[in-house]
């Protein structure tokens, strides 16, 4: 798999639009509007000559609150997703689920002539992911996945720089999503139904996938993008550890850590834990990479980047320029590719590529052994 053609696609993605192309109207369902299938009708009301044709999700007050949202359009209300395959009057779709739920709407919006917005993970097993791999290549239309990092003008400037030997050749990825953990408060409301709701399926890994596939799939994905390669091979270890350790695979770990080797031979170790305390700052929490190189090292988050020479001798030097936007525009330019007819940056190979190094992750920590990409039998 070459990710050259992504490399100089990072300066054109982003290219402004004709008047001509601004003014196609494209019109759009959404299937799933809870929290983040919220966010993308928010993000695609905002953009000019876009209607919103239909709104689908099975809890009642998750869809009409999008219905008001939408009102001005006069969006169709549906609650069984299915019926959005044969709206004649819909080019693109949206899909915000549970992700246990996303290869097989993907797959059919796809067989439907319908350009796709997926959130991610493309799926949760590798015959899930393959499924829509190969709708994809029968496909009229495009899949764009929501790893929103690839959509960061700060990430793009950053990897810009990396992959044009800021630091020579690299060899190591050191990378970290720490939080902490507040103290359960007594007086706090009662969550709403559709917050339980999340909260339920989230825990339940038959349906997220676990922490590695729903969550961390963001991070994994940007470390594939350091790496600008795909891993060969994962091995790793976690487990739910509070309150009290409970083996993984049956519910969602709150902390792991996973070792990738990639075919360019670079190694990544990601970890993640959910009780980072706060006050550690000699290890800080949040979201990093760390990249080795034989010229220095860069310490990037995914709004800045900080090069130290090897030695340390010199000043560390920030890539990203200050105000540089660490926004996401992925609905904008999943638009501007329908219009462009062009492939978007974060397109199926990415999806899959990044769902199947999480997937793999998972199973070598489920199985204690190394798991190979080979043995994952997808072809991408």
């Known amino acids: 798999m070459s990710y050259t053609r992504r490399s100089v696609l990072l300066a054109t993605a982003a290219a402004p639009l004709s008047s001509a192309q601004q003014t196609t109207e494209l019109r759009t369902a959404f299937i799933g509007v809870g929290a983040r299938g919220g966010s993308l009708l928010k993000e695609t009301l905002a953009q000019p000559n876009v209607k919103v044709a239909a709104i689908c999700d099975i809890d009642a007050t998750t869809r009409d609150q999008a219905l008001s949202a939408a009102a001005a359009h006069s969006p169709q209300s549906l609650t069984e997703w299915r019926r959005v395959?044969?709206?004649?009057?819909?080019?693109?779709v949206y899909i915000a689920t549970p992700c246990d739920l996303h290869a097989e709407m993907a797959a059919a919006?796809?067989?439907?002539?319908?350009?796709?917005?997926?959130?991610?993970?493309?799926?949760i097993t590798p015959e899930q992911v393959d499924r829509v791999v190969k709708a994809s290549r029968r496909a009229k239309g495009f899949l764009q996945i929501g790893q929103q990092l690839r959509y960061f003008p700060s990430m793009r400037e950053a990897m810009r720089q990396i992959h044009g030997g800021a630091i020579g050749k690299t060899y190591i990825i050191k990378a970290h999503r720490h939080g902490g953990?507040?103290?359960?408060?007594?007086?706090a409301p009662t969550p709403s139904v559709q917050a339980r709701n999340r909260t339920n399926w989230y825990a339940d890994v038959k349906h997220s996938g676990?922490?590695?596939?729903?969550?961390a799939v963001h991070n994994i994905d940007a470390c594939n993008w350091i790496a600008n390669s795909r891993p060969v091979s994962a091995y790793g270890h976690g487990k739910k550890?509070?309150?009290?350790?409970i083996p993984p695979g049956t519910v969602m770990m709150d902390g792991f850590s996973v070792s990738y080797i990639y075919e360019n031979d670079m190694h990544?170790?990601?970890?993640?834990?959910?009780?980072?305390?706060?006050?550690?700052?000699?290890?800080?929490s949040g979201m990093w990479y760390t990249i080795f190189g034989e010229t220095g090292s860069i310490f990037l988050t995914h709004s800045s980047a900080q090069l130290h020479d090897i030695y340390g001798e010199a000043e560390p030097k920030n890539l990203v320029p200050a105000g540089t936007p660490d926004k996401d525009t992925a609905v904008a330019d999943f638009l501007a590719c329908i219009r462009e007819k062009r492939q978007p940056f974060a397109d199926i190979k990415v999806?899959?590529?990044?769902?199947?190094?999480a997937i793999m992750g998972r199973e070598a920590i489920y199985k204690g052994r190394s798991v190979t990409w080979k043995e994952l039998g997808v072809e991408v």
């Open 268 to 284: 990544c170790d990601y970890s993640q834990v959910t009780f980072h305390p706060r006050s550690l700052k000699t290890l800080p």
């Open 241 to 245: 550890y509070f309150p009290k350790p």
């Open 85 to 92: 395959l044969d709206l004649s009057n819909v080019d693109a």
């Open 109 to 123: 919006c796809l067989e439907a002539g319908k350009y796709v917005y997926c959130e991610k993970p493309l799926g």
């Open 210 to 215: 676990d922490l590695i596939v729903e969550n």
């Open 351 to 357: 999806a899959a590529t990044a769902a199947l190094t």
């Open 181 to 187: 953990q507040s103290r359960p408060n007594p007086n």
